[in-house]
């Protein structure tokens, strides 16, 4: 079965960075699209990047565009976060999800697939 595992996340201070990682397994990586999504207590899931199949398109949210950056490595099957200038704003359980398309905006709904997630808190 499919299987998202992410690491990477932790406490750091404003204006630190994070880097995150997630192995994916049981699915033909490089025919699928990867995203990250941060969900915020009390608030919905939202997106905040993704990356096709082989790396050429990429979406960011407004929110982190120019401070995050979404990589990917077909060959070990694992996607990457490098989290830039974090915000308290930022904190958030951030997760990794697969989607056989990529139809910008990004949705959580065109996501068939998800990580268990990562705990991202940013103090101030």
């Known amino acids: 079965q499919v299987q998202l595992v992410e690491s990477g996340g932790g406490l750091v201070q404003a204006g630190g960075s994070l880097r995150l990682s997630c192995a994916a397994s049981?699915?033909?990586?490089?025919?699928?699209?990867m995203g990250w999504f941060r969900q915020a207590p009390g608030k919905e899931r939202e997106f905040v990047a993704a990356?096709?199949?082989?790396?050429?398109?990429?979406f960011y949210s407004d929110s982190v565009k120019g401070r995050f950056t979404i990589s990917r490595d077909n060959a070990k099957n694992m996607v990457f976060l490098q989290m830039n200038s974090l915000k308290p704003e930022d904190t958030a359980v951030y997760y990794c999800?697969?989607?056989?398309?990529?139809?910008?905006?990004?949705?959580?709904?065109?996501?068939?697939?998800w990580g268990q997630g990562t705990q991202v808190t940013v103090s101030s």
């Open positions: 999800a697969a989607s056989i398309g990529l139809a910008p905006p990004p949705d959580v709904r065109d996501f068939s697939s």
């Open positions: 049981g699915l033909p990586f490089s025919d699928y699209a």
């Open positions: 990356i096709s199949w082989r790396g050429g398109r990429r």
